[in-house]
């Protein structure tokens, strides 16, 4: 029978050196094959920190990027209706140039169209009602020279302005209120000479007498329209290219936001190879120290 005598100590630093060597080859087997280079946020609290960090502003990006599409949407919806307005404008101004008790039938068709454009929904909401979203904005009263009542918000300022956040710190107008477009202005009443329901009504009653009555003034009137209509256009127009660009700045910032992140998260291949091929090697080699550790016996001590 042959007695066996291993270091204790020997063995003991030798299952250590082992039993880290597997942690390191298992950890960067889970690297290899998950792509990523951290396996837990022990194995680098900073890069861990910096990492939740860049998806926590990415993440608040892509929704401001929604919110801006959102707005984009609404406004590209009354920019359209806005410019139907205008050409139904430049007809009434035609009409109150050249018409004739003939044309009564053709401005009730412009009339019913104008009230179906300042009533226009999109995504279930009245674009004109200003904050009353869930409320028609403009019927007309029956009978002849119909006139007009707005039922969308109103009052000085902003009031019934929809605003949205676009970024943490800026938030735009969404919409642009029923008032402000057929009504000639902001805070503005129907039947006001800036109405162009009203201008209607006064061309129809221009052309029902003999002979036709005059229609400077209606023409006077449609003039200021069309003028109102263009720049509500051009702000329209302008918000829409503003938020396009602050879309293409939160996209583009993103893309680098994810290449910073992707630096600190995703697996080095190279330097995760290296490591293997090291710790593989450094594996084999303890394993041979403990199997020659293990045949150590009395008689190689007293050699």
């Excluded at 200003?130 to 006139?147: A, C, D, E, I, V």
């Amino acid at each position: 029978m042959t007695l066996r005598t291993p270091s204790t100590t020997q063995s003991r630093q030798a299952l250590l050196d082992l039993a880290r060597t597997n942690e390191r080859l298992a950890q960067n087997q889970n690297r290899a094959t998950s792509g990523n280079r951290l396996t837990s946020p022990g194995d680098d609290p900073t890069a861990a920190a910096t990492i939740l960090s860049f998806g926590n502003s990415i993440q608040a990006n892509n929704q401001f990027v929604k919110q801006v599409d959102s707005a984009i949407s609404f406004q590209s919806s009354s920019e359209t209706i806005v410019s139907s307005a205008i050409e139904a404008t430049t007809r009434l101004k035609e009409l109150a140039v050249n018409g004739a008790s003939a044309s009564i039938p053709e401005l009730d068709g412009i009339r019913s169209n104008l009230l179906a454009l300042a009533n226009t929904q999109t995504q279930g909401k009245y674009l004109f009602a200003g904050t009353n979203t869930q409320t028609q904005p403009f019927t007309l009263s029956n009978g002849p020279s119909p006139t007009a009542t707005y039922s969308g918000t109103a009052g000085a300022g902003t009031q019934g302005d929809i605003d949205l956040f676009v970024t943490s710190t800026t938030s735009v107008t969404t919409n642009v209120r029923g008032d402000v477009v057929f009504l000639g202005g902001k805070d503005a009443v129907p039947g006001n000479s800036k109405d162009i329901f009203q201008a209607i009504n006064d061309l129809e009653a221009a052309y029902s007498t003999t002979p036709p009555g005059s229609t400077a003034t209606v023409q006077a009137h449609l003039d200021s329209n069309l003028a109102n209509l263009n720049q509500v256009q051009a702000d329209l127009g302008g918000r829409q290219a503003a938020l396009l660009s602050l879309k293409d700045t939160l996209s583009g910032f993103n893309v680098t936001l994810q290449d910073l992140q992707n630096t600190q998260q995703n697996t080095d291949y190279v330097k995760v190879a290296t490591e293997l091929s090291q710790d593989q090697t450094l594996q084999s080699v303890t394993l041979n120290v403990l199997a020659k550790s293990n045949k150590t016996n009395l008689f190689d001590y007293l050699a």
